[in-house]
């Protein structure tokens, strides 16, 4: 069953803009806390930021101020807004919950040159 599917992944230059999308499946939607987390080549896989069933938001370190995580919640999809991209950006972007994780999907490919 799938649970996930990431979109919106795409090749940009440094310093441009991507708005990735994450479609979940099931009813705990509303219920928990989402996340997106990024795993590039080599690399472990890395909480980028969350957004609290009430609206909360955490941002790592390295994408504060320049990522904005949002919700629907009536479509049961989260996204992140992506500005300012680095070349070190570069990664497979996932989405799950982090405090009850769910089988990981796919991903979406965010490719930034410099």
């Known amino acids: 069953q799938v649970q996930f599917v990431e979109s919106g992944g795409d090749l940009v230059q440094s310093g441009g803009s991507l708005r990735l999308s994450c479609a979940a499946s099931?009813?705990?939607?509303?219920?928990?806390?989402m996340g997106w987390y990024r795993q590039a080549p080599g690399k472990r896989r890395d909480l980028v930021a969350t957004?609290?069933?009430?609206?909360?938001?955490y941002y790592a370190d390295f994408v504060k101020g320049r990522f904005t995580i949002s919700r629907d919640r009536a479509k049961n999809t989260v996204f992140l807004q992506m500005n300012s991209l680095k070349p070190e950006d570069t990664a497979v972007y996932y989405c799950?919950?982090?405090?009850?994780?769910?089988?990981w999907g796919q991903g979406t490919q965010v490719t930034v040159s410099s």
């Open positions: 957004i609290s069933i009430d609206g909360n938001t």
């Open positions: 099931g009813e705990i939607f509303n219920s928990y806390t």
């Open positions: 799950n919950y982090p405090h009850r994780p769910l089988t």
